[in-house]
């Protein structure tokens, strides 16, 4: 049984989110998608909201998908909840320093937990939460960034009159 945490903010969830986890369970068997809640970003979805999203987007995948929140040291974590790996989703060049950097040090804490990269999909290389954000903000069409109750939320989220973060 080999199990991987796919961490991240997912504020909120999008198509390219989706997408790794997907292509995960095609490598392993369980996938704990990993809400962090020490996140120095400014959300706009509390963690409670991203955490039912996406359990509801999963909710048909037979346990094979695991949703919580964590904080605290990364790798820690991913030893709490049996799994021996992490994934991370790669789109443009800019995202390689920031990921390699995190995927070294992560190793070197642990001494054996590996992260795997998936890169996204060329659909989805453009896909970011703050784009979907940005765009939702002002109006725009997100229907083929983000699944459809996600759009929903997002529509009452403005509706509510809520800052961006
Ligand atoms: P973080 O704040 O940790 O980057 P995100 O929710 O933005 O959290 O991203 C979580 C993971 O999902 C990261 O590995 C990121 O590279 C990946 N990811 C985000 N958007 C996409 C996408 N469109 N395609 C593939 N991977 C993505």
Same mark, same amino acid.
């Given at each position: 049984?080999?199990? =991987? ?12 989110? !989706?997408?790794? +986890?997907?292509? %995960?369970?095609? !490598?392993?068997?369980?996938? +704990?998608? #990993?809400?962090?809640?020490? /996140? /120095?970003?400014? /959300?706009?979805?509390? +963690? ?16 094979? +998908? ?6 605290? @040291?990364?790798? &820690? ?5 049996? =799994?021996? %790996? ?5 789109? #443009? !060049? /800019?995202?390689?320093?920031? &990921? ?5 040090? $992560? ?6 937990? &590996? ?8 659909? $989805? ?9 940005? !765009? ?17 939320? @997002?529509?009452?989220?403005? #509706? ?6």
């Amino acid at each position: 049984m080999r199990a =991987a945490v796919f961490p991240g903010s997912f504020d909120p969830l999008t198509n390219g989110h !989706i997408d790794i +986890v997907e292509r %995960a369970l095609t !490598i392993f068997d369980r996938i +704990v998608v #990993a809400v962090v809640t020490q /996140s /120095s970003k400014k /959300s706009l979805f509390s +963690v409670p909201e991203r955490l039912e999203m996406i359990s509801h987007h999963f909710r048909g995948s037979g346990g094979k +998908v695991e949703v919580q929140s964590f904080s605290g @040291l990364l790798v &820690e974590y991913v030893r709490q909840v049996g =799994a021996s %790996a992490i994934i991370r989703g790669l789109r #443009a !060049i /800019s995202d390689y320093d920031y &990921e390699a950097q995190m995927a070294l040090m $992560n190793r070197t804490l642990s001494g054996g937990i &590996e992260t795997f990269f998936l890169m996204a999909r060329e659909e $989805n290389a453009y896909i970011s939460s703050s784009v979907v954000r940005q !765009i939702a903000l002002l109006g725009g069409d997100v229907s083929k960034l983000v699944p459809p109750f996600v759009e929903t939320a @997002l529509r009452r989220k403005f #509706a509510e009159g809520r800052p961006i973060g």
